[in-house]
């Protein structure tokens, strides 16, 4: 008779984990392994390029940034000793922590953190609105940066230790000078761990070791800030797409953490004393449309899906918890200071059946991408059905997140491998105010997949960063809300929050809002 655990072995076999031969080689070696089952698989190592959430984590790992949010959102010093602002706010100077490395033994100098800034000034919406304002960035010696304004702009120390995806990621300047539009190959990072590629098996797993060149903060973590300590030698991210084998291999003690485990298995762990489950932070559910493609260049059938979506029965599809979440009519999270529910409509199937035909919608096919591993997957399916009752021709396609996360960033038509819409999970720090906001910037084909083009939403982002008062920044918010609502760059779809469930002996881990795995501690 086979016995659950031989099946078990066996299913992870076949997916390429291979973990039983790997305990005893890690065993051999007196190494700490600690083994994690990530959301999805990681298809790209360049953090610039996508603000996919694996490569985010993946960043995470690798790299350190000149600044960091703590756990009261505060920004704070990381691979800055000291800075100074002149009195006009105009210019300000960074002076590099001694002893910075990359992973290759190199120094971390001003001109590796220029160039790497540029880089990423290309791409990330608060980067690109920084260098808008930015007259001169000059390494003027190897460890001081400085940083001349064109005029008195209030967000420097938020874009620069902004959390989350497209993270202002410090890189050796040979692979910062990579083109911004075109994928580093080469990982070598400053972060407290280094990525071992030549054990990197996309679809299987992801490894890394501790970064002995890295020289971590001595206060103590805090959020995404302070002391990034690997308290192990060896991470791996094996990708197990089946939620039911990760969860056995959990009890099993195969692996330490399941990452994003599905509310609907809490029932199952519970009451088991070696495993420990928490709450992670709030993430918006975002339908997001294809702009670049008909029929979604159409503005009145956009309205027509705000007005059809209901976010109670989208997100009760994923869960029941009440606990784990919220329906939130604002582009904005709940807890953000901007939130607002300004203009916002209620759900009305009738009125969204007349705007489909209103809009002058011909049947054209609407290819829905789901990746059936991730919380939304069965949010997806009932706005699918939704769209289906309305009246629209919905292709829906299930494939895993790798897949659409590579699917997402093509134009091309539908009959051409092309897309109209997709469901994604943004985190808190991306989706809270209109200038980091992942799915509001409208700047045509810098913006998100999708492509939004919208001049007004543009100029109140703009604003939004010239304003020095609370109030008069929430006023501008407001209105890019109501503009946003005649636009439509996306429908939120409610906010709700993930499960992370890992074993108990685990120590020192931190829930900042995204997994980060320093100062996690494991028995040896």
Known sequence: MITLRGRLKAALAAAGLAIAGSLAAVSAQ????????????????????TSDYMVRNHAYMIYDTLFAQDETGAIKPQMVERFTTSPDGLTWTFVLRDGLKFHDGAAVTATDVVASLKRWGERDGLGQQLMAHTASLTATDPATVTLVLKDRWGLVLDALGKPSSMLPVIMPERIAR???????????????????RSEWSPGAKIVYVRAPTYVPRAEPPSGLAGGKRANVDRVEWLVIPDAQTALNALQAGEIDIFEEMPPDMLPLVRNNPKITVGRL???????????????????????????????????RAYVDDKGLYAVCASFYMCDSPYFTRAGWPATDIAAARRMVRESGYDGARIVVLDATETALSPATQVVAQAMREIGLNVDYQAMDWGTLSSRRTSKNPVA??????????????????????????????????????????EKLRAAFTMEPTLEGRRKIAEAVQERALTTVPYVPVGQFWLVRAHQANLTGLLTPGLPVYWNVAKPR
């Open 30 to 49: 007196a190494q700490t392994v600690l083994r994690v089952r990530p959301f999805g698989d990681l298809k790209t190592i360049d953090p610039m390029v």
């Open 281 to 315: 932070s709030a993430l918006q559910g975002v339908m997001r449309f294809n702009q670049s493609q008909p029929p979604f260049n159409n503005q009145v059938l956009r309205q027509a899906i705000l007005r059809l979506v209901d976010q109670e029965q989208a997100l």
């Open 416 to 457: 051409q491998g092309g897309w109209s819409i997709f469901l994604s999970g943004p985190a808190a720090p991306d989706m809270s105010d209109p200038v980091g906001h992942l799915a509001l910037r409208s700047n045509c084909d810098a913006a998100w997949f999708g492509w939004p083009c919208d001049e007004t939403i």
């Open 178 to 196: 990579t083109p911004s539009s075109q994928p580093i190959t080469d990982p070598v990072g400053s972060g407290p761990f280094m990525m071992v």
